[in-house]
């Protein structure tokens, strides 16, 4: 069983940077992948980023693209998700999770294992 605890969050001006980081416990963390969401109010959630277990592969979402990078670290128990120039529909709950251990997905009903969450907001 693999638990996730999220920070990182802040209020920040468009155009700024925030790094989340995802802690994670339990001895499987390694053999999954794992994957950022977001939600904003009233809205479904979506997917942001997710990476291999190895940290070799990674996939982010359209609106994110170029802007957002996801990373892990193994040794650690961490992933962490790099945001720049980011825009106020950026502002949301994101949620790290523990995926499948072959693939990396974008559908959140794939990921077994989810954290509380963390707010991001901006401002423009």
């Known amino acids: 069983q693999v638990q996730l605890v999220e920070s990182g969050g802040g209020v920040v001006q468009a155009g700024g940077s925030l790094t989340l980081s995802c802690a994670a416990s339990?001895?499987?963390?390694?053999?999954?992948?794992m994957g950022w969401f977001r939600q904003a109010p009233g809205q479904e959630r979506e997917f942001v980023c997710a990476?291999?277990?190895?940290?070799?592969?990674?996939t982010c979402a359209d609106s994110v693209k170029g802007r957002f990078t996801i990373s892990r670290d193994n040794a650690k128990n961490m992933v962490y998700l790099q945001m720049n120039s980011l825009k106020p529909e950026d502002t949301a709950v994101y949620y790290c999770?523990?995926?499948?251990?072959?693939?990396?997905?974008?559908?959140?009903?794939?990921?077994?294992?989810w954290g509380q969450g963390t707010q991001v907001t901006v401002s423009s």
């Open positions: 999770a523990g995926g499948p251990s072959l693939v990396i997905v974008a559908r959140a009903h794939d990921y077994d294992y």
């Open positions: 339990g001895r499987t963390f390694s053999s999954r992948s």
């Open positions: 990476i291999s277990r190895s940290g070799v592969s990674t």
